[in-house]
């Protein structure tokens, strides 16, 4: 479903990812952590082209993203991605942040969309709040509904990139059981995040990063039980402590 | 002592009015096409095509450099002849109104660029992500996005720049074009009481101006309350 081969990125001398190679296939949950400035979040959003690479190559679904003459917006189209701080449109409403894209892009008739926006509204527990504006929702229920965005475009895979990070604690479990019902439902996801829970309870493999480059790509037993690298063990055992 | 006589105003009111009429004629052409064409100036000098941004940045830069007064004269001067070669009017066509909307217009738009450009810059980066990774193209996400927004966060700002732009629409007594300053100092000089004018013209921009912006005040106390 997503090939990374070889990819690279640079900011002038600064090397933020170095020559990247990855598969996530069809179904497959991947989890992808390591610390900070290691380029994980670079990473996820190279594979939609948000962010553009100097060298190697990403296939999403038979297309390859770093192509000139690739439809970037098509492709988009159907790869979700759920975002840190949310991203809703906060001069919309929530139905109108679920139609919108629907409409405008895929191009569904406004009942249509509205009607799709609301089933999976419901599917993240958020009926009530329809006729609410972002700002009126706690950050976890925001989160709910950047995921029920994502979602109404049909995607073939989500990509998340630390959508826990900027949530209070006690609202990270809501948007985790929400992650955890799509996986459970066979959804392709490549999920950038420091919640090792959730990654033991989901995660098919494990990808660490550190400065740039894939340090390990393994699967979840074998990356919890004996993590190769050195700096994984490090890793894990300042995250795991608490 | 001075001794007022405010006799001459009653009876040049429906004249100071065609005046007032012409002020505020060029003041919301000007608004608007300054909005319009600084909402595009605003998006090319952010965009990362450079040429497009030169463009922008020198057409701002100019127009914030070179008095407005000095602009509307060349106005005055040049636009006519163009207008009248163009249109095949005979020549002396009084074009000096459509002349002053144009210069008016031109110049704010550099002013109303800048506001815009600031709004646009105050929706965060996340947001256009957002629209992209929906699949949006950049159009849609400016049209339906990121403009919406940068325009609430500006009306104050763009309310105020009106209003400074209403005062400054008086400049054209330069082409002896009879706004509502030069109405009012066109009767003052045919009674001999141009004191008297010129104070209740200042009088009558207080007001309006006055009363504006503390309208502004209020819409911005309603929207963002501190």
Same mark, same amino acid.
């Given at each position: 479903?997503?090939?990374?081969?070889?990819?690279?990125?640079?900011?002038?001398?600064?090397?933020?990812?170095?020559?990247?190679?990855?598969?996530?296939?069809?179904?497959?949950?991947?989890?992808?952590?390591?610390?900070?400035?290691?380029? *994980?979040?670079?990473?996820?959003?190279?594979?939609? $082209?948000?962010?553009?690479?100097?060298?190697?190559?990403?296939?999403?679904?038979?297309?390859?993203?770093?192509?000139? *003459?690739?439809?970037?917006?098509?492709?988009?189209?159907?790869?979700?991605?759920?975002?840190?701080?949310?991203?809703?449109?906060?001069?919309?409403?929530?139905?109108?942040?679920? +139609?919108?894209?629907?409409?405008?892009?895929? *191009?569904?008739?406004?009942?249509?969309?509205?009607?799709?926006?609301?089933?999976?509204?419901?599917?993240?527990?958020?009926?009530?709040?329809?006729?609410?504006?972002? $700002?009126?929702?706690?950050?976890?229920?925001?989160?709910?509904?950047?995921? +029920?965005?994502?979602?109404?475009?049909?995607?073939?895979?989500?990509?998340?990139?630390?959508?826990?990070?900027?949530?209070?604690?006690?609202?990270?479990?809501?948007?985790?059981?929400?992650?955890?019902?799509?996986?459970?439902?066979?959804?392709?996801?490549?999920?950038?995040?420091?919640?090792?829970?959730?990654?033991?309870?989901?995660?098919?493999?494990?990808?660490?990063?550190?400065?740039?480059?894939?340090?390990?790509?393994?699967?979840?037993?074998?990356?919890?039980?004996?993590?190769?690298?050195?700096?994984?063990?490090?890793?894990?055992? *300042?995250?795991?402590?608490? | 002592?001075? /001794?007022? @006589?405010?006799?001459?105003?009653?009876?040049?009111?429906?004249?100071?009015?065609?005046?007032?009429?012409?002020?505020? /004629?060029?003041?919301?052409?000007?608004?608007?096409?300054?909005?319009?064409?600084?909402?595009?100036?605003?998006?090319?000098?952010?965009?990362?095509?450079?040429?497009?941004?030169?463009?922008?940045?020198?057409?701002?830069?100019?127009?914030?450099?070179?008095?407005?007064?000095? !602009?509307?004269?060349?106005?005055?001067?040049?636009?006519?002849?163009?207008i009248e070669q163009l249109f095949n009017l005979p020549p002396g066509t009084d074009l000096r109104l459509t002349s002053a909307m144009i210069g008016?217009?031109?110049?704010? %738009?550099?002013?109303?660029? /800048?506001?815009?450009?600031?709004?646009?810059?105050? !929706?965060?980066?996340?947001?256009?992500?957002?629209?992209?990774?929906?699949?949006?193209?950049?159009?849609?996400?400016?049209?339906? !996005?990121?403009?919406?927004?940068?325009?609430?966060?500006? !009306?104050?700002?763009?309310?105020?720049?009106?209003?400074?732009?209403?005062? @400054?629409?008086?400049?054209?007594?330069? %082409?002896?074009?009879? @706004?509502?300053?030069? =109405?009012?100092?066109?009767?003052?000089?045919?009674?001999?009481?141009?004191? /008297?004018?010129?104070?209740?013209?200042?009088?009558?921009?207080?007001?309006?101006?006055?009363?504006?912006?503390?309208?502004?005040?209020?819409?911005?106390?309603?929207?963002?309350? =501190?």
């Amino acid at each position: 479903m997503i090939k990374i081969e070889n990819v690279s990125k640079n900011y002038g001398s600064f090397d933020v990812l170095k020559d990247c190679s990855t598969t996530v296939n069809k179904g497959e949950v991947v989890v992808v952590c390591g610390p900070s400035g290691s380029g *994980k979040s670079t990473l996820i959003k190279c594979v939609n $082209g948000l962010e553009p690479f100097q060298s190697g190559q990403i296939i999403v679904n038979g297309t390859s993203v770093g192509d000139p *003459k690739t439809n970037l917006s098509k492709l988009r189209s159907h790869v979700g991605m759920v975002f840190q701080h949310f991203e809703l449109f906060p001069h919309m409403s929530i139905t109108e942040n679920l +139609a919108i894209a629907q409409i405008k892009v895929l *191009k569904r008739s406004k009942d249509e969309a509205m009607d799709k926006g609301l089933k999976l509204l419901d599917r993240v527990g958020l009926k009530a709040h329809a006729h609410k504006f972002p $700002g009126q929702l706690s950050g976890g229920q925001q989160q709910r509904v950047a995921i +029920a965005r994502a979602l109404a475009m049909d995607p073939i895979c989500m990509l998340f990139d630390e959508p826990t990070s900027a949530l209070d604690p006690e609202m990270i479990n809501e948007v985790l059981d929400v992650m955890t019902e799509l996986a459970q439902e066979g959804m392709t996801m490549m999920c950038v995040t420091h919640e090792m829970g959730f990654a033991k309870r989901v995660a098919h493999r494990v990808i660490f990063m550190d400065h740039g480059r894939i340090v390990e790509d393994d699967s979840k037993d074998a990356f919890f039980a004996n993590p190769r690298s050195e700096r994984a063990q490090q890793f894990l055992a *300042k995250i795991l402590q608490h | 002592m001075y /001794e007022f @006589d405010w006799s001459s105003i009653p009876g040049s009111l429906p004249f100071l009015w065609d005046g007032m009429k012409i002020s505020l /004629e060029i003041t919301l052409t000007a608004v608007i096409f300054g909005i319009v064409w600084g909402t595009l100036l605003a998006m090319m000098r952010l965009s990362s095509v450079k040429p497009l941004s030169l463009f922008a940045a020198g057409y701002v830069n100019f127009f914030r450099a070179v008095p407005l007064v000095m !602009v509307l004269l060349w106005f005055f001067l040049i636009v006519p002849k163009f207008i009248e070669q163009l249109f095949n009017l005979p020549p002396g066509t009084d074009l000096r109104l459509t002349s002053a909307m144009i210069g008016f217009a031109l110049f704010e %738009s550099a002013y109303y660029s /800048e506001i815009i450009r600031a709004g646009i810059q105050s !929706v965060p980066k996340g947001q256009m992500a957002a629209c992209y990774a929906l699949g949006m193209t950049y159009g849609q996400a400016m049209r339906l !996005v990121v403009l919406p927004q940068a325009f609430r966060n500006m !009306v104050p700002l763009l309310l105020t720049q009106a209003i400074i732009l209403f005062q @400054d629409t008086s400049l054209v007594y330069v %082409s002896a074009l009879a @706004d509502f300053f030069g =109405a009012a100092y066109k009767v003052g000089d045919r009674d001999g009481r141009l004191v /008297e004018l010129l104070l209740f013209a200042g009088l009558v921009y207080f007001v309006i101006c006055f009363a504006a912006s503390t309208l502004v005040k209020r819409l911005q106390k309603k929207y963002h309350p =501190a």
